[in-house]
């Protein structure tokens, strides 16, 4: 429903540019959502405000407002009352993202601690944050470690078995002992069995290690993590092992990404465009015996030209190729961290913005929001792969396979 008499978008941009407010975002924005607002809750009346008709149902009866923070600032939003019923807008105020919640949190948990309060102070102020007061902060930060708990230590029996799995670490910055240090956040996502993505688990540990690794891992198992028939990652030592210690059943599909800038840094500068544009064929094949035959041109050329290169080609060829036992409709889905790295960049986006951590609980309050976020996006989007193509790839491996967890290794390459 139109509604022409609530603003002016003539009038107003000529008064705001009039005036040189320094406020003319938050202004307008203030300004429209109020209109909007105006708007719907004609729309529940049935009829426009101050016009009489025979399909009115419901009277305004003036307005209640409430502040609302924005990028742009705190604006004042004036929800319409109604004389019968009630309105409110639960498209603007009732569902506050988590993760969103999540940063103001971390913000003022920053600033409560005392740490950089003049970086601090500009933050808030970059959000749009008028204020936050201390009962403010305990709020909502028991009302998201209590989901954000939950989220990470859900049972995974029900949803599985999870076919693909994927794992990755990122470092962040955090205050402890009086002193800056980096911290690692371990993530793992994985395709369950109604064929969507979800985020499995979140630890954040003071190094990327074996040890941390295998804690990991054997959490994701004691809740419920079972039939996994591949796990894509780097070629981090203490990851693989753990991934071997814990889902001895799995196969090893080493990154492809990871693994060119891996074999780049072995490659002569000229040559590398060659080699690149080689190893980029192997994947281009149409079947496994194809990939194969690929590979072996590709250590045909560098053989006599760059011994070292070719050595290393073989040494990984059982990593790097193990995405051939499983049909070909998901190679590009499993063949690389790709998928996980669009992740990593919303999780980045996140906390840039906060910088240095004041504490680990804020770590995992910021980037659990997230996940648990991006998990409920998966969940209600399409579908990651097919249930019919998902069925195949729990069929017994057909074609020649990769490397099997449980056997040795090759350390990661500085």
Known sequence: ??????????????????????????????????????????????????????????????????????????????????????????????????AESALITVVADCYLAGVSTRRMDKLVRQLGIDSLSKSQVSRMAAELDEHIDAFRHRPLGDAGPFVFLAADALTMKVREGGRVINAVAMVATGVNADGRREVLGLRVATTESGAAWNEFFADLVARGLHGVRLVTSDSHRGLVEAIAANLPGAVWQRCRTHYAANLMAVTPKAMWPAVKAMLHSVYDQPDGPAVHAQFDRLLDYVAERLPAVAGHLDAAREDILAFISFPKDVWSQIWSNNPAERLNREIRRRTDAVGIFPNRDAVVRLVGAVLAEQTDEWAEGRRYLGLELLARCREPLTQEPGTVMGTEVMPALA
């Open 1 to 98: 429903m139109t509604a022409p008499h609530i603003v002016d978008p003539e009038r107003l941009l000529r008064e705001a540019i009039g005036e040189a407010s320094p406020d003319l975002l938050r202004h307008l924005l203030q300004t429209v959502i109020n209109a909007l607002l105006s708007a719907d809750a004609d729309a529940v009346c049935g009829a426009e405000y101050g016009t009489a008709s025979d399909t009115r149902t419901a009277q305004r009866n003036g307005y209640r407002h409430r502040p609302l923070d924005t990028r742009a600032g705190t604006i004042d939003v004036a929800i319409p009352k109604l004389r019968a019923g009630t309105y409110f807008p639960e498209w603007l105020l009732e569902r506050r993202k988590r």
